[in-house]
């Protein structure tokens, strides 16, 4: 268990395909792993089999993986557990029922607040990874006038996912994920001039989101926000 007495975020990482001799990667500011994002410590556990193909479309037998990681993080000290794909919200449940800290695996577990603090005549955009695979029960929508809310987009096709898919994992430059989100949601406000407000799913994104809030000046929320408010409701364990 880890001494610090900070609060300690543990992470469901994603099987990345990587040789235990590769390089790591520094992490990018904004993102769940570097060490400013939060200010506290971060710890890691590898969901085995969790490619991101697998998460990204569902895999029921990912369950028991998902659980034992959580079980680890929770092991090692870590006082809130949370995911490195928002894909993952499918195991919410039983992740949360297997451990007793708080689990928070997507931003989609935002989608009901959100929608509360915008006008009704207003909508939330969702941006994804790839849209295709960001289905109804994964949005947690209860009232079909919410539904109409709230509006979709992906960016399946796209540099960002091919790289994302890739074994191993292709890291891609940030001008890049910030031209191919900034399209898709330019394309968003075009087709739906209501919308006022967007979430990321994708937690690839955040490192984009404050670039993202200059140029389109709307309140941008993604799994880091979510994360700093758990954080911020529980002690550190002794």
Same mark, same amino acid.
């Given at each position: ?52 193909? @697998? #998460?990204?479309? %569902? ?8 659980? &034992?990681? $959580?079980?680890?993080? *929770? ?41 509360r603090q915008l006008s009704p005549a207003k909508k939330l955009a969702v941006l994804t990874a790839d849209s295709r695979h960001c289905t109804e029960d994964l949005l947690g929508i209860q009232h079909p006038?919410?539904?109409?809310? @709230? #509006?979709?987009? %992906? ?8 790289? &994302?898919? $890739?074994?191993?994992? *292709? ?57 700093k408010l758990t954080l911020a409701t529980v002690t550190a364990r002794v």
């Amino acid at each position: 268990m880890t001494s610090q007495s900070s609060t300690v975020l543990g992470l469901l990482e994603l099987d990345e395909g990587v040789s235990p001799d590769s390089p790591l990667l520094s992490p990018r500011e904004g993102s769940l792993l570097h060490p400013a994002t939060f200010g506290g410590p971060v710890i890691t556990e590898m969901v085995e089999g969790a490619f991101a193909e @697998v #998460v990204i479309r %569902g895999d029921a037998s990912l369950e028991h993986a998902c659980i &034992a990681a $959580a079980q680890r993080l *929770v092991d090692r000290g870590a006082n809130v557990v949370a995911a490195d794909c928002g894909f993952l919200i499918r195991h919410q449940s039983a992740i949360s029922a297997a451990v007793n800290v708080p689990v928070i695996t997507s931003s989609l577990l935002l989608i009901p607040t959100l929608l509360r603090q915008l006008s009704p005549a207003k909508k939330l955009a969702v941006l994804t990874a790839d849209s295709r695979h960001c289905t109804e029960d994964l949005l947690g929508i209860q009232h079909p006038a919410d539904r109409k809310r @709230v #509006v979709v987009g %992906g960016i399946e096709g796209g540099v960002y996912v091919r790289n &994302a898919v $890739a074994r191993p994992f *292709v890291r891609t430059a940030l001008d890049q994920i910030q031209q191919e989100v900034g399209a898709r949601i330019d394309q968003l406000r075009s087709d739906h001039p209501e919308i006022a407000m967007i979430l990321f799913e994708c937690t690839g994104f955040p490192v984009v989101a404050n670039a993202l809030r200059l140029k389109t000046g709307l309140p941008i929320y993604d799994i880091t926000d979510l994360c700093k408010l758990t954080l911020a409701t529980v002690t550190a364990r002794v």
